[in-house]
Structures are given as structure tokens and as C-alpha cells.
Nanobody, 116 residues
Framework: QVQLVESGGGLVQAGGSLRLSCAASVSIFSFSLMGWYRQAPGKQRELVASITNGGTPNYADSVKGRFTISRDNAKNTVYLQMNSLKPEDTAVYYC??????????WGQGTQVSVSS
């Protein structure tokens, strides 16, 4: 059973930084893609950033230049470094791990709140 455990969320002022971590219960090397999604109240879940098992990142336009996704295969952990945070970044952030289009897993989510 694959488990993803997020941590690192919290309350921060606008302009501040947070680093989210997603620890997997299995080797993440076998996941073709890992990513971070977020869901704000009343909105659909959206992709924030993803990274392939080869290390190629992809970002939503809204976070480009501010967020950085990385993965440490030795620690089975994916990170999301979030800088220059804005109130509109407030959401529950979810870790996602995908073997293929049919098989994927989600973490339980971690709350990020940015005050103005």
C-alpha cells in the first residue's frame, strides 16, 4: 500500500516562504511523475508543479519563478519550495504520485495559509 505523507504547511505572511515535503512509503524512483496540487475553498483542484522521474519539472504559470519542485530518490521524498508567497496561494496542498495514467496516489493534504 502506497502512502504519501505531506508536511510543512502553515500560516505565513505575504512575501514569506514555506517548504512542503511529501514522504512516500515506497521507493519514488518507480513513479513516472510526482506532483503537487492545490485546492482553495470553492475552487477545483489544480496542478501546481510536477516532476518526472528523470527530474524534469513543470509549473503552473501562476507559480513560475516563485516555486521550485525537487525530488530526493534516496529519501523517497518530494519537496515544494515556495517563495514570495501571495494570499492567493492559500489552499490545501496535495502530493500526487503516478505510476501511469491509471494508477496514482494522493496524500491527505496540508494547509497553506498566506495572510496579507
Amino acid at each position: 500500500q502506497v502512502q504519501l505523507v505531506e508536511s510543512g504547511g502553515g500560516l505565513v505572511q505575504a512575501g514569506g516562504s514555506l517548504r512542503l515535503s511529501c514522504a512516500a512509503s515506497v521507493s519514488i524512483f518507480s513513479f513516472s511523475l510526482m506532483g503537487w496540487y492545490r485546492q482553495a475553498p470553492g475552487k477545483q483542484r489544480e496542478l501546481v508543479a510536477s516532476i518526472t522521474n528523470g527530474g524534469t519539472p513543470n509549473y503552473a504559470d501562476s507559480v513560475k519563478g516563485r516555486f521550485t519542485i525537487s525530488r530526493d530518490n534516496a529519501k523517497n521524498t518530494v519537496y515544494l519550495q515556495m517563495n514570495s508567497l501571495k494570499p492567493e496561494d492559500t489552499a490545501v496542498y496535495y502530493c500526487n504520485a503516478r505510476y501511469n495514467i491509471l494508477t496514482q496516489y494522493w496524500g491527505q493534504g496540508t494547509q497553506v495559509s498566506v495572510s496579507s
